[in-house]
């Protein structure tokens, strides 16, 4: 059997890699063999052209790239990807192929930050550990950290203005707040299920979902205006679509309790950036918790940074030592489909 030629550019498996050599040859590009952000789009282009089988990871490719890989024989291209927006999905269509991705690969990443950044924004676990370690609310130093008193009940002073639960707020529990969940697919019912251990109750607004679909998680299926009034904490698991672009915006704070929490481990682009600043110094909605930005890294003059209510982290939220273990399962079981004559189970259809 003459094998095919194909190009990787993400981590598979071993052993899966090992299978797919058995019916392709395997040439490393891209970030795979450069390193992540080493791969700019016209390097790409060259190294992966002439391959029937293209496996991206984060590389770019715009009309001109998949046209010219089509050009020159692909047939098959897969992004290693939740959301494959670094590729030409119309080109793609155009050129009569299917792009497979990997989506729901880090599912449990994203939940598991989800829920981390829940706790951290109700319980103010970042204001008060970054307070801590500037020094707020510390006595000076001692010479014997060891020459304690003999005090029981330990803590940290009387509750006076000057007190950490004063300046920093005691926070609120999760238990039986109400969570409203944008979005409902893979990330979203992951977040659901953790959610619900810790006493939550789910609000889910999806319209590509039916509501018996939804309900049969044991979350309540809503329109979007009652999950906005009731939602304690909204938090987004949207992709960027067209349709999407800049939908939560300051129509959707407007309906939200002004004790309203939102959380943000999709992507910014879903969000009004002036609309959902305006809302956090106005009082509209009581704060965040957010993991991405509309430009990343993000300027250092952005003013979620030094806002209080806010619990900023650096776009880490999809990213875990096993993630790559989750997309490169997908997508070896996607080629191997493709090689044997089946149907793929992972198709991006929208543009």
Same mark, same amino acid.
């Given at each position: 059997m003459e094998?095919?030629?194909?190009?990787l550019?993400?981590?598979?498996?071993?052993?899966r890699?090992?299978?797919?050599?058995?019916?392709?040859?395997?040439t490393?590009?891209?970030?795979?063999?450069?390193?992540?952000?080493n791969?700019?789009?016209?390097?790409?282009?060259?190294e992966?052209?002439?391959?029937?089988?293209?496996?991206?990871?984060?590389?770019?490719?715009?009309?001109?790239?998949?046209?010219?890989?089509?050009?020159?024989?692909?047939?098959?291209?897969?992004?290693?990807?939740?959301?494959p927006?670094?590729?030409?999905?119309?080109?793609?269509?155009?050129?009569g192929?299917?792009?497979?991705?990997?989506?729901?690969?880090n599912?449990?990443?994203?939940?598991?930050?989800?829920?981390?950044?829940?706790?951290?924004?109700a319980?103010?676990?970042?204001?008060?550990?970054?307070?801590?370690?500037?020094?707020?609310?510390?006595?000076?130093?001692?010479?014997?950290?060891?020459?304690?008193p003999?005090?029981?009940?330990?803590?940290?002073?009387?509750?006076?203005?000057?007190?950490?639960?004063?300046?920093?707020?005691?926070?609120?529990?999760?238990?039986?707040?109400?969570?409203?969940?944008?979005?409902?697919?893979?990330?979203?019912?992951?977040?659901a299920?953790?959610?619900?251990?810790?006493?939550?109750?789910?609000?889910?607004?999806?319209?590509?979902?039916?509501?018996?679909?939804i309900?049969?998680?044991?979350?309540?299926?809503c329109?979007l205006?009652?999950?906005l009034?009731?939602c304690?904490? *909204?938090?987004?698991?949207?992709?960027?679509?067209?349709?999407?672009?800049?939908?939560v915006?300051?129509?959707w704070?407007?309906?939200?309790?002004?004790?309203?929490?939102?959380?943000?481990?999709?992507?910014?682009?879903?969000?009004?950036?002036?609309?959902?600043?305006?809302?956090?110094?106005?009082?509209?909605?009581?704060?965040?918790?957010?993991?991405?930005?509309?430009?990343e890294?993000?300027?250092?003059?952005?003013?979620l940074l030094?806002?209080?209510?806010?619990?900023?982290?650096?776009?880490?939220a999809g990213l875990?030592?096993?993630?790559?273990?989750?997309?490169?399962?997908m997508?070896?079981?996607?080629?191997?489909?493709? *090689?044997?004559?089946?149907?793929?189970?992972?198709?991006?259809?929208?543009v």
């Amino acid at each position: 059997m003459e094998k095919k030629k194909m190009v990787l550019c993400t981590q598979l498996p071993e052993e899966r890699r090992k299978e797919l050599e058995q019916y392709c040859d395997i040439t490393e590009a891209g970030e795979l063999k450069h390193g992540k952000g080493n791969a700019p789009e016209a390097q790409t282009r060259e190294e992966c052209r002439g391959f029937e089988i293209v496996a991206l990871g984060d590389e770019y490719a715009g009309a001109d790239t998949i046209n010219d890989w089509v050009d020159h024989g692909m047939k098959f291209i897969g992004v290693a990807k939740g959301t494959p927006v670094t590729v030409d999905n119309k080109t793609i269509m155009e050129r009569g192929l299917q792009l497979s991705y990997t989506p729901g690969r880090n599912r449990v990443a994203v939940a598991e930050f989800t829920i981390g950044l829940l706790i951290a924004m109700a319980r103010k676990i970042t204001l008060s550990a970054e307070g801590l370690h500037k020094g707020e609310h510390t006595t000076p130093a001692k010479d014997n950290i060891y020459d304690v008193p003999d005090v029981k009940n330990v803590t940290f002073g009387p509750l006076d203005e000057n007190h950490p639960f004063v300046d920093y707020g005691i926070g609120f529990e999760l238990y039986g707040k109400k969570l409203g969940i944008a979005g409902f697919g893979a990330i979203g019912r992951e977040v659901a299920k953790r959610a619900q251990a810790l006493g939550m109750k789910i609000l889910a607004y999806d319209p590509y979902m039916k509501a018996e679909q939804i309900e049969a998680t044991g979350a309540t299926a809503c329109d979007l205006d009652t999950m906005l009034a009731n939602c304690d904490i *909204l938090s987004l698991h949207l992709p960027v679509v067209e349709s999407t672009m800049g939908i939560v915006n300051k129509d959707w704070f407007s309906k939200m309790k002004k004790t309203a929490y939102v959380v943000n481990t999709a992507r910014a682009a879903v969000v009004d950036q002036k609309d959902f600043v305006e809302a956090l110094q106005n009082g509209t909605i009581a704060g965040a918790a957010v993991d991405v930005y509309w430009e990343e890294p993000v300027p250092a003059n952005h003013p979620l940074l030094s806002m209080r209510n806010v619990v900023c982290t650096p776009h880490m939220a999809g990213l875990t030592t096993d993630v790559d273990g989750w997309s490169g399962e997908m997508m070896s079981t996607e080629i191997l489909h493709y *090689l044997k004559g089946e149907d793929r189970e992972y198709i991006w259809t929208r543009v």
